[in-house]
């Protein structure tokens, strides 16, 4: 079966400093991946998806995430960090017929002024 | 247009009520799904619908909880009997179709005292 595992509950940044949120999946085929964020009382948002093609993707909010299959790895950079940007992002794998999304723990990020 | 919508909100309950949760997908979606997403935790899935093909119930945890879905349109998650560990936030989302992007809702927060 398909998993996600977010390798840090909390991470915290300085504003304008880069932001690395670490997503490893586990999956018996070629994933479909996807980073989801969530603010303080709003709904679910799509920042990007990974569908087998470029490994580079680029989301919004000048996020960005690579696909590494050599090491299961989708982890999500931005290059400056605002403060807009705190709330949690969760990596999310589909399972194989794209039906239902499995989603990590999710991560908490902070940014500190 | 308008995006996924949910009600109520927020609902507090008493255990052993039953509850029923709403959402009115995207116009034109023709997928919809339910997830929980229980406190300090990632989002579970808990049932699908595409048009008129029989649901995927696979996710849902006990035979207490239930759904329909009214042709393309509206669903209802119902809890027969709650309990305490059903509190949770209830989130619907759906798609134009299966395996396209999922769109989410603001979620109802769930309570049962």
């Known amino acids: 079966a398909q998993s996600v595992t977010q390798l840090d509950s909390h991470v915290s940044v300085s504003e304008g400093t880069p932001v690395l949120l670490r997503c490893n999946y586990s999956s018996s085929y070629s994933p479909s991946l996807f980073w989801y964020v969530q603010h303080p009382n709003k709904g679910l948002q799509l920042l990007l998806k990974?569908?087998?093609?470029?490994?580079l993707v680029k989301g919004i909010n000048g996020f960005e995430a690579e696909f590494k299959k050599s090491e299961t790895s989708f982890h999500l950079t931005k290059p400056s960090a605002h403060m807009s940007d705190a709330a949690e992002y969760f990596c999310v794998v589909s399972d194989l017929r794209g039906n239902k999304l499995v989603f990590g723990a999710g991560t908490i990020l902070r940014v500190k002024s | 247009g308008a995006g996924v919508s949910q009600s109520p909100s927020n609902k507090v309950t008493e255990k052993g009520k039953d509850v029923e949760l709403r959402c009115d997908p995207i116009s034109g979606h023709t997928a919809l799904y339910w997830y929980r997403q229980r406190l300090g935790q990632g989002l579970e899935f808990l049932i699908y619908f595409q048009g008129n093909s029989a649901p995927d119930k696979s996710g849902l945890p006990s035979d207490r909880f239930s759904a329909e879905r009214t042709g393309e349109s509206v669903s209802t998650l119902t809890i027969q009997r709650t309990q305490q560990e059903d509190s949770a936030v209830y989130l619907c989302?759906?798609?134009?179709?299966?395996?396209?992007?999922?769109?989410f809702g603001p979620g109802t927060r769930l309570l049962v005292l």
């Open positions: 990974y569908t087998s093609a470029a490994t």
């Open positions: 989302a759906s798609s134009l179709r299966v395996q396209e992007t999922q769109y």
